[in-house]
């Protein structure tokens, strides 16, 4: 009998999906109707996918409405602004510094083992600040409860 | 164009919930299509169709990248069974809700996201086929397959 139920079902098979979501053209519409006219099976097949159809429709899959997601775009519009504001805040310093360096380096009064010292306890200060930097930034990007708040 | 983001929000999270089985990855799968979006507005085309379609690929594309990184295709189907057969929840239509949940987490994860982009957010046929990618002549027999599927665990789940 399942089989015989199978055999009549695939009559008009996908069609079935078509019809109930509209999408057939008149001639396949037409042909649909009067297949489950004629079959029980198919009919009782197009009922039980249309009400598959509103139960998915009525299904709650999301529990997150236009207002979250409206509050995360402004998060947005937030983090690009300070996005932002580093990048001119960090591009300035780094022009300040190159134009100190390049004022120090051009300065003939300063004996060149001076100028040595200072570039050698500048860069250390820079070298470790960098790899500090790298390694919180590192963390921040694997850590998966850089959002819990306690 | 925010103002139509934030109402296509929901949906995206819906769909990548199905894709992600997590409810936290797939908000920042959504989030970081609204940074994508936002960022260059110009990416979305009006005059090659809607805006849904186009951000709901977005998302998708979005989520494959994450499961890639993850490195692990298949999403585990208990995170999304959601834990909903609560007390409170005696009402029929709320059981149903919950007995369509369990179903579409045991079916594969290209039939979930088929039946949820038709079923749940009434994508068209030709909609659906721009969002997946695929021939249009295709939707109908992958949509109608994976609607059986989902009834047949519906009813696995009911015995």
């Given at each position: 009998m399942a089989s015989k139920n199978r055999t009549i079902g695939d009559h008009v098979g996908a069609l079935l999906s078509g019809y109930i979501d509209g999408e057939l053209t008149q001639q396949e519409g037409q042909r649909v109707e009067l297949h489950c006219d004629a079959c029980a099976d198919c009919r009782q097949e197009l009922g039980d996918l249309r009400a598959l159809r509103d139960d998915v429709g009525n299904a709650r899959l999301s529990e997150m409405g236009e207002d979250v997601w409206r509050e995360k775009m402004d998060d947005t519009t937030v983090r690009v602004s300070r996005g932002i504001g580093w990048l001119l805040f960090i591009g300035g310093i780094l022009i300040a510094a190159g134009m100190a360096i390049y004022e120090f380096i051009i300065?003939?009064?300063?004996e060149p083992w001076v100028k040595f010292l200072f570039a050698a306890i500048y860069g250390g200060l820079a070298l470790l600040f960098l790899s500090v930097l790298r390694q919180r930034l590192l963390e921040r990007k694997t850590d998966k409860y850089r959002d819990v708040e306690i | 164009m925010r103002q139509e983001l934030a109402q296509l929000g929901g949906g995206a999270h819906a769909l990548a919930i199905q894709l992600l089985g997590n409810a936290d990855d797939a908000a920042d799968a959504v989030h970081d299509a609204f940074e994508t979006a936002l960022s260059r507005p110009d990416a979305y085309d009006a005059a090659k169709g809607p805006l849904k379609p186009w951000f709901l690929r977005v998302v998708r594309n979005r989520c494959f990248d994450m499961l890639r990184r993850r490195r692990d295709s298949d999403v585990p189907v208990d995170s999304l069974i959601d834990s909903c057969a609560t007390p409170d929840e005696a009402l029929d239509t709320a059981q149903r809700a919950c007995a369509i949940n369990q179903a579409l987490a045991r079916i594969a994860t290209e039939k979930r996201e088929i039946v949820v982009l038709r079923d749940y957010l009434d994508l068209s046929y030709a909609e659906i086929a721009d969002v997946l990618r695929i021939a249009p002549g295709t939707v109908m027999s992958r949509l109608h397959r994976a609607r059986l599927a989902l009834k047949e665990a519906l009813n696995t789940d009911g015995k």
């Open positions: 300065d003939s009064s300063i | -």
